[in-house]
């Protein structure tokens, strides 16, 4: 992904046409009607469609309430999971107590927790935010661990011998060093993020991108149903563009060092 | 405790438990530093003069007896040492530049405004020659002028005591004898109070007031000379005076007898 980003247009040359040969050939699939027109339509058919959407502005007030909750959730879950890798990172105790409940929980897909999560806090904004909340915390709490417990000491111990500790040595030293790792892990709390929002949206809501897909199944709107799939594809797209984009400038010295000691 | 004692060490001892295996590095040193004196430890590799500097400046544990700094227990690092790694490498933070790693000792403290503060980062860039440097990451340098931005960072700080452990190894000859000259214009300058870790005999005599000899581990203090040999020191002329010789042969006579080296050398 990162080569992809580094090589810009040029160097996917060989891609993007394939892209642009699948999407022909769904064209004339649907013309020819290899496959059922009612669940099927051309592609030129669902692009206007998704045209019409975004200009009437109906699919742009559903992904904002989408998107909305979804860097509610996801705020939160990075958060929590920094504050608690550090904790963890940092305290053997606070490690002890914490590692057994975690390793339980966290193999359970997200998902699964959905209807406990309704049964708690309804079905309202509240259970989606919690839900990827607690999804993005996972994988951000054990990269945010795995990067304390990978600090350099005589990193932590230059900073003690200039008077530093506590919660300065955390902010200056523990987190520029463990970032790496943080950014591993809020990478792939990211896309469970994006998933858990399109499930919990599908299970029980009255807006949102999820829920607009599968009421557009459910009402035999075909074409708004793949309008509303591709929108979904963009957004993750374009989230992604835009973590990497934060990530190069925030972690650029790394990039560097790392690029020194490879050989 | 001596009216001159400012440093004074009782019956360090230190044993490292690396994944069970016992090693004990230092047997227990005793040693009593005054104020403003520029002590050297010298000693063969891996007799513990890493251990002992790190016991002294509170970052390490001892295992038993006792450090005090105005006599008053060294338990954590106290503020008015600084302590510069061997390590220097590991040592600089890789997401600063040159200029921010050299402000960081100096912001860490606190009390000085940012303009003292970048002026002060700029004056002492410039003593350990960076200037142009200052915007490089420490990746970006040679093993010697990360070296030397580890020095500056500790020297911006002017702290009472300076604690160096082979701070000078990976810079060239002409270079060290910059460096060394520095340290001894900013100790004489400050009043500072350096113990300096080298296993370079010649260094040693030709920065310190007094010169320790460390035994093969488990480590001892094998000899204790006073540098009886008058300051500002030249850098070709005292390595030709005859005290500085003989002080040279009785160091050397030490650790190679240690070693078991044979030599023409005669115990004096
Ligand atoms: N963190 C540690 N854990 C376990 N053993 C250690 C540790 N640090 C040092 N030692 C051991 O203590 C002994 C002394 O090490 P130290 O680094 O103090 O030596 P030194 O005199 O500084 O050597 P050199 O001149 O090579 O730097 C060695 O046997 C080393 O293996
Ligand atoms: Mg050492």
């Known amino acids: 992904m990162r080569q992809w980003f580094a090589h810009g247009l040029r160097g996917r040359r060989s891609g993007i046409v394939l892209l642009l040969v699948l999407l022909a050939l769904w064209e004339f699939s649907a013309r020819l009607e290899w496959l059922p027109a009612m669940s099927w339509p051309r592609m030129s058919a669902v692009a206007a469609t998704l045209g019409q959407l975004i200009a009437s502005g109906e699919l742009l007030s559903e992904l904002g309430a989408s998107l909305w909750r979804m860097a509610l959730g996801y705020a939160l879950g990075v958060l929590l999971g920094v504050i608690v890798g550090v904790l963890m990172g940092s305290f053997r105790a606070i490690y002890n107590l914490l590692e057994p409940i975690t390793e339980i929980l966290r193999p359970i897909p997200s998902p699964a927790y959905v209807p406990i999560a309704i049964l708690f806090l309804g079905i309202d904004d509240e259970m989606k935010i919690f839900m990827i909340a607690f999804s993005a915390f996972f994988p951000v709490l054990l990269n945010t661990y795995s990067g304390v417990r990978a600090v350099d000491p005589v990193l932590l111990q230059t900073a003690k011998t200039f008077g530093v500790r506590g919660a300065r040595l955390v902010r200056q030293v523990v987190l520029p060093a463990a970032a790496p790792y943080i950014f591993t892990g809020m990478r792939v709390s990211l896309a469970v993020a994006l998933i858990v929002m399109v499930i919990s949206e599908m299970v029980a809501a009255s807006n949102g991108i999820g829920y607009f897909v599968l009421a557009a199944q459910r009402g035999f709107k075909v074409r708004e149903m793949f309008a509303g799939v591709i929108t979904l594809a963009a957004v993750g797209y374009g989230l992604n563009w835009l973590f990497l984009l934060i990530e190069q400038r925030v972690l650029a010295w790394h990039h560097g060092y790392s690029a020194q000691h490879r050989d | ?268």
């Open chain 2, 1 to 268: 405790m001596s009216a001159a004692a400012y440093i004074e060490l009782s019956g360090v001892k230190k044993t490292w438990n690396a994944q069970g295996r016992l090693t004990t590095a230092l047997a227990g040193i005793d040693l009593v530093i005054e104020k403003g004196a520029f002590v050297s430890i010298v000693g063969p590799s891996g007799c513990g003069k890493s251990t002992l500097l790190q016991i002294m400046a509170g970052l390490v544990p001892s295992s038993d007896g006792l450090v005090r700094l105005h006599g008053q227990p060294v338990r954590e690092p106290p503020r008015d040492m600084i302590y510069v790694f061997q390590q220097y490498t590991r040592s600089l933070f890789p997401w600063k530049n040159v200029q921010r790693n050299v402000a960081y000792g100096l912001e860490s403290r606190g009390g000085l405004s940012a303009a003292d503060i970048a002026e002060r980062t700029a004056q002492t860039i410039a003593k350990v020659k960076l200037q142009g440097f200052e915007n490089h990451y420490p990746w970006q340098l040679s093993g010697g002028m990360q070296q030397r931005v580890a020095i500056a960072r500790a020297l911006a700080c002017a702290p009472d005591v300076l604690l160096m452990d082979e701070p000078f190894s990976s810079v060239d000859a002409l270079t060290r004898v910059g460096l060394q000259q520095l340290l001894l214009d900013l100790w004489q300058s400050l009043g500072l109070t350096v113990i300096f870790v080298t296993h370079d005999v010649d260094e040693a005599i030709y920065l310190s007031t007094r010169v320790v000899a460390l035994s093969r581990p488990p480590a001892h203090v094998g000899l204790d000379l006073t540098i009886a040999l008058d300051h500002p020191r030249d850098a070709i002329l005292t390595r030709e005076h005859v005290h500085y010789l003989d002080y040279r042969h009785r160091l050397l006579a030490q650790l190679f007898a240690d070693e078991g080296i044979a030599s023409g050398a005669v115990h004096s």
